[in-house]
């Protein structure tokens, strides 16, 4: 007896299967802290291996049937593990340095993917022909190609340290949310439009509609971070409940994502302005309380997601019914890898191989199966090989800019030309006083540090009285709380706010 | 195009349904607050209300087919909704204030529970039988039973303030958690007992399984809430990541829940007492701004879940499919309105009629479809009359300890004997200084001091040199946060942590 008897319509495997996932989580969490000390590992490497390790186990239990414990859809990912990964991504980014960077991080993030796409696609439908690798149609070259030029930030970003490198780490960064958008509209053209005639009529309405995109759901999650400040300063909502104002910036973020969503938009790119947006005006317009709150809040959720991302690729890495398939052409298979293991890839990519190899319910096609194996190893392999090497790597190259500015871009493909207009010498009057190489100032450029001057009065003049934002005092009579959030309120997002100084 | 064809799998109708039901969130967040100075609403009433005139709008628009946008189905209910409702409910309970009334609400809450099911049950199957409703088997009777002496204590307290009314607010809260508990057990019985002969030993089965239930499920829940203090005690999460022991803490808990349900245990009882060992051991060892954000951030995922289920109770109110079986004999079920309407009853009742009534998926039969109306018009009536009744009956009979105690108990069918020998005098001599009418220290009780007396020796001497709690100080070097730790845990979870005086 027992309240589990209410559960009885959802199957008991199915409650087994989630205590052990919330369980490996919990011990993901532990193992990646003791590890910390060692800094070639991160929790996305312990959560891999931990998840190899379950796969391996239940691959004996079940006697060779299955390696994984929950099946992966689209949808728990796009919408409960994607939204609050991304939006925390936007909620906590040195916005400074990110829109300093701007341009950099547009070029590296749309044009680098849509040049990584051309040589991949190109590059399969060659290799592929040639080791006759099953019956891929022309859509599904694209595919491979937008697949893989999603690169993966969220694994980067866990090496790098935003204190430490923050130029390094916002342009990493922002590389990635534009990398993801610009494969994800690539993928879905791919998938939509009839591409075996390209004409430059079709290529100037792919190019249109990516513009559209882009500023459209821009837009949106910025109008969704405005209306949540607006409302939060308008009624003082601090005034009766903390928790009421900490919900709103919730359900506005999500609510952002789905509209996103429903409009056939780039919910990617929608929350994480709306997190930008949220960062600049809302935060300060709350309660020091769920300041704190959100902003560990919404770390947390993301770290938990990102966990749960890599603990799911490391089990479904041995799922034997796709390998089986391998197995029939191993050495063709082991050159596919290769050629990938270069690229570093994540979640996003592992979650568009499922959509589009995957269509009839599971892998029976031996081509789609050979597909989503290479792209679980090629995500496996570049993984915890990039991640081992990349912490290493940064403190070797960091102090000279020509090897620095080779670093960032995490795209190969990406052409010098784009980068060398942007090395020019930046004033430094604005810049934060977190300690780092002067070297890295060198690249601030001056066109975007203009941009920034005219944003700064505009924001001044205009939004802030509306919108509230840095400096805001909420309206709260006798508390002495609120009368400290002057002082501490002086940093951004990064500052730690629950250290007011006496009073 | 965009992402949103990622979404293509899921239904297009399903994301707009989302939409709305986020945006009808963050409608329920901003009325509530607006009424807020109106001291006779709540954000309850308020969501109910929206999801009644959403209701109207859907069935107008659908053109009298259907009045809610989402399913209602268990699990949602019971994995998502409930957990974090009942372990944030454990997490902020005044602990002093709930151990020390502990036999009181285990009296009103498991001794009430079962009388009023007695009676309830019986006065079904006399009443039912004469109305000539459906036909409805034994077994249905007793789970009419089991379903209305689930209180509702989340729509209770939101008009009770633990600030002003410590004690009223724990006796009131701590019998709903039990009666819920109870109820389960009994629902549960209900279901898969073979009741059409009862005997003493059958009798004596339950009532030893009711035990077993109770004790297994609250050590499993102190289990994982120290082993979760004991983690981060040992390890010293706070050294590297502030997000690291919020997610384990969150985690915890719900393996806790989920284990509970694996192993046939109650789930509510479980986190429940998980929550209450997390907030006196672990959350004291974690650091500080992981206390602002733990604190704030279960209240606010349990205050959504609420609004979610109050909002869907609303909308379903005027799903006509189930009506119109109704409108067949409409004198009837307004007798069987009328009767319940006397009760408070809430989200646990409603999760219990769905399960009970609505197994073939569908509500079919004309009795079922009578039953869950019945349910829903009783909960939505006792949560908006009593709802807006019981803040002004609290100020009326707050200063009269005779009244008072008929007042806490939500249960018209406890018998008053019971209460009596519990309000001898006790000693004051650790009530901590809120602020209350001394009459209420009257109720105080000396047995229950005493056992509180030698668990505060134990607790001192072994549990928490081992498991940390209030004024443990985690070793971080050199953080200045960290030393003010000490003068500002000096008060419970209720404590405002976030003002520390200053170093």
């Known amino acids: 007896m027992g309240s589990s008897n209410i559960l009885a319509t959802s199957e008991y495997s199915s409650v087994v299967s989630m205590n052990l996932f919330v369980a490996l989580l919990c011990a993901c969490i532990v193992l990646g802290h003791l590890l910390e000390e060692n800094r070639w590992m991160n929790e996305s490497i312990t959560a891999l291996v931990i998840g190899l390790c379950t796969g391996v186990v239940i691959l004996l239990i079940s006697g060779g049937t299955s390696s994984h414990l929950l099946v992966f859809s689209e949808d728990l990912f796009f919408i409960y593990l994607l939204p609050p990964i991304i939006f925390n991504a936007g909620f906590q980014v040195k916005k400074k340095q990110f829109f300093r960077n701007f341009m950099t991080i547009v070029l590296f993030g749309a044009f680098g993917t849509i040049i990584s796409f051309t040589i991949v696609s190109f590059a399969a439908i060659k290799i592929f022909k040639r080791m006759d690798i099953g019956n891929l149609e022309l859509q599904d070259y694209l595919a491979i190609g ?5 690169t993966d930030s969220v694994c980067t970003l866990q090496v790098l340290n935003q204190d430490q490198t923050p130029l390094l780490y916002s342009l990493v960064f922002g590389e990635g949310v534009v990398n993801d958008a610009t494969s994800i509209v690539i993928f879905n053209a791919v998938q939509n439009f009839d591409l075996s005639q390209i004409t430059t009529a079709v290529a100037f309405q792919l190019l249109g509609n990516f513009f559209y995109l882009f500023i459209t759901s821009t837009l949106l999650g910025a109008g969704a971070g405005l209306l949540s400040a607006y409302i939060i300063k308008k009624l003082y909502f601090g005034r009766h409940s903390t928790d009421r104002e900490v919900a709103i910036m919730i359900l506005m973020a999500y609510l952002s994502y789905m509209l996103a969503e429903l409009f056939s938009l780039s919910g990617i790119l929608t929350v994480f302005f709306c997190g930008i947006v949220m960062s600049h005006y809302t935060w300060h317009n709350v309660t020091e309380k769920s300041r704190v709150t959100t902003k560990h809040a919404f770390a947390t959720f993301s770290f938990i997601a990102e966990l749960f991302i890599f603990l799911y690729v490391g089990m479904d890495a041995l799922d034997l019914e796709k390998w089986s398939f391998v197995k029939d052409s191993p050495g063709t298979s082991v050159e596919v890898l290769i050629w990938w293991a270069g690229l570093m890839r994540g979640a996003v990519s592992m979650a568009l191989a499922y959509n589009q190899f995957t269509k009839e319910g599971h892998t029976t096609m031996p081509g789609n199966a050979i597909m989503i194996t290479s792209t679980i190893t090629v995500v496996l392999f570049s993984t915890m090989v990039f991640g081992l090497i990349t912490q290493p790597l940064v403190r070797l ?3 000279m800019p020509k090897n620095l500015s080779r670093m960032i871009s995490s795209e190969p493909t990406s052409p010098k030309s784009f980068i060398v207009p942007l090395l020019g ?21 001056t066109p975007t540090h203009t941009v920034h001057y005219y944003w700064r009065k505009f924001d001044n003049a205009f939004m802030r009285p509306v919108f509230g934002g840095r400096g805001f005092v909420p309206f709260i009579p006798g508390s002495p709380t609120e009368q400290s959030v002057h002082q501490s309120a002086h940093h951004l997002v990064d500052e730690e706010t629950s250290q007011t100084t006496g009073h």
């Not at 430094?428 to 890295?440: G, M, Q, Y």
């Open 146 to 150: 937008a697949i893989f030029s999603a």
């Open 397 to 399: 190259l960091l102090p």
């Open 425 to 445: 010498n930046g004033q430094d009057s604005e810049i934060d006083n977190v300690p780092r190489p002067s070297s890295l100032r060198m690249l601030l450029s």
